[in-house]
């Protein structure tokens, strides 16, 4: 069957790749100075006139009927080719609306249940880097703060900083990107292990590359700062504030209602294998879920608004297998900008084992959109296109 049509082709294929991957051995250097000098293609930061509209708007309530109908639509759409979806479409002052339909084990036959969670992947990095975030506003972490004192033995551990390892610029290799990584479950500090034993791609700071080796060091730094597993920091900090009910961090045996990923419409039977980006990407959770954090984070319900704005500045252009896709690269955050399709987007894509997902916020459209589909082979952008094309075509009738 043919994948979901969309005008920006070429840029969703790439997309598809981001936050799954973090391939590139290139650059590296014999040493590296205390003060880098970055040396990859120009940074964006998020234009002014985004921080302009009004993020207190709420999002309660439900969008109209017949803007309901033109959604669900779309989503029927996109189930001739993803056995089942999570989608969230949320209009600041108007309402929201969300659905998951399909088939959670299409091997089974068996039909998704109404909250029933996908696995998430990396728009883990996002609430990771909120954490992170709110420990420095509290003063219990600095920004420049090196990695030394937590991992003395890394390469350039006492010049990677925790800036660095938000924004991917630490030069360490991702674990995932290695022949040996495997599909067992890794424990955080073994999935780091694999990354750091690898000689740096580039001095930190002069360059950027996507690293789950990095964010799995944040999950650590978490822990140890809060004296308490990340998953119940995660859930005192963001999950039960925010009333994120149906969203939880993968941990190895134990059992959550996930529905299964699938591969070319094949079920993937890979459980454990969705513990190990821990920090990085284990996350479970709805589309609806995903709009709801997004939405308290751009209304400064998670962190000061100066913060969230630092978030989105000086993003490097994401490279490697990322080359081309118009995405750059924040503090756990990702920019878009696709003139032929959405536009500018701010959000968090992800991609793992049998799951594909997005959330972001459009400017020019005033909407939070949120897609998870349980296919690997299915980008969750296509998603997110059909669902913005069928709202412009709704405001254009109206």
């Known amino acids: 069957m043919p994948p979901l049509k969309m005008s920006s082709a070429a840029l969703f294929a790439a997309l598809q790749l981001s936050a799954s991957l973090g391939l590139g051995l290139a650059h590296a250097q014999p040493a590296c100075a205390p003060s880098p000098v970055y040396a990859d293609p120009p940074m964006r930061s998020a234009p002014q006139a985004v921080w302009q509209k009004d993020f207190s708007r709420p999002i309660g309530g439900e969008l109209s009927a017949e803007l309901q109908k033109a959604l669900g639509d779309a989503l029927d759409k996109m189930l001739q080719h993803v056995p089942a979806a999570s989608v969230a479409v949320a209009i600041p002052g108007e309402g929201m609306w969300s659905a998951t339909r399909g088939l959670a084990n299409k091997a089974t036959s068996t039909p998704v249940t109404a909250d029933q969670p996908f696995q998430v992947a990396s728009t883990t990095k996002t609430f990771t880097a909120a954490v992170v975030l709110q420990l420095i506003g509290e003063g219990k972490l600095k ?45 955080p500090a073994e999935a780091i292990a694999l990354g750091t034993a690898q000689r740096p791609q580039f001095c930190p700071g002069t360059g950027w590359s996507y690293t789950n080796t990095g964010y799995a060091m944040l999950g650590l730094i978490v822990e140890k700062t809060e004296g308490m597993p990340l998953s119940d920091v995660l859930a005192r900090r963001l999950l039960k504030p925010l009333s994120l009910a149906h969203t939880a961090m993968r941990q190895p045996g134990v059992a959550l209602p996930v529905v299964a990923g ?18 990085a990407g284990a996350l479970a959770s709805t589309a609806s879920d995903l709009v709801l954090f997004w939405h308290a984070l751009l209304a400064g319900k998670v962190l000061p608004d100066a913060t969230v704005h630092r978030m989105f500045t000086d993003m490097p252009p994401m490279l490697g297998p990322y080359a081309g ?15 032929d399709g959405p536009g500018l987007m701010l959000g968090h894509s992800g991609g793992i084992e049998g ?28 998603g997110l296109w059909a669902l913005l094309r069928a709202l412009r075509a709704y405001r254009v009738l109206r």
Not at 157 to 181: D, K, M, W, Y
Not at 326 to 333: C, S
């Open 325 to 339: 896709s118009n995405a750059f690269y924040g503090m756990g955050v990702q920019m878009y900008d696709v003139p």
């Open 355 to 382: 799951f594909t997902s997005i959330v972001a916020y459009v400017p020019a459209d005033d909407v939070y959109i949120a897609v998870s589909f349980n296919e690997r082979n299915v980008a969750a952008e296509a």
């Open 143 to 187: 920004p420049g703060d090196t990695i030394e004192r937590w991992f003395p033995d890394a390469p350039n551990a006492r010049l990677i900083t925790i800036e660095q390892l938000l924004r991917h610029t630490s030069g360490l290799v991702s674990f995932n990107a290695l022949p040996s990584f495997g599909t067992a479950y890794r424990s």
């Open 262 to 279: 699938h591969a070319g419409g094949r079920p993937v039977d890979a459980p454990d294998q969705y513990a190990t980006p821990y920090a």
